[in-house]
């Protein structure tokens, strides 16, 4: 399922920022959709490790650059959000760690109480 992706918004460090709603570790099966250097649009699905009302911690085989816009999308719900890449973490043999904030998300976008 599509989701229209925003226009960039300069978004400052999160290295700073308080960690919002509470986290949960949870395997949640996920599609992650971008639209890559020449506009081709690129589908991955993943799980991921923790969730929050605000987001997820998901790895990707991928490098994907901090600030990328991309579509996240809850494959039991089939809820989709726009997303952005707001940390990269360690590179893992199964792929980089990556957190992943939702843009103006539902708060039941995990179908779980957070």
């Known amino acids: 399922m599509p989701v229209k992706l925003r226009e960039n ?3 400052g460090s999160r290295h700073h920022e308080k960690r919002r709603g509470r986290r949960m ?3 949640v099966p996920v599609r992650l959709e971008w639209d890559d250097a020449t506009g081709k ?3 991955v699905d993943a799980h991921t490790r ?4 605000y987001g997820c ?11 990328h816009r991309l579509a996240l999308t809850n494959l039991i719900s089939q809820s989709s959000n726009a997303a952005i890449i707001v940390w ?7 792929g980089w760690e990556y957190g992943v904030e939702l843009v103006a ?3 039941d976008f995990w179908g779980l109480d957070l």
């Open 50 to 53: 923790v969730i929050n009302p």
């Open 25 to 27: 570790n949870s395997r």
């Open 88 to 94: 990269k973490g360690n590179q893992r043999p199964d």
């Open 41 to 43: 649009r690129i589908g």
């Open 9 to 11: 918004k300069r978004i």
């Open 105 to 107: 998300p539902e708060m």
């Open 57 to 67: 911690m998901v790895v990707l085989a991928q490098s994907l650059d901090l600030e």
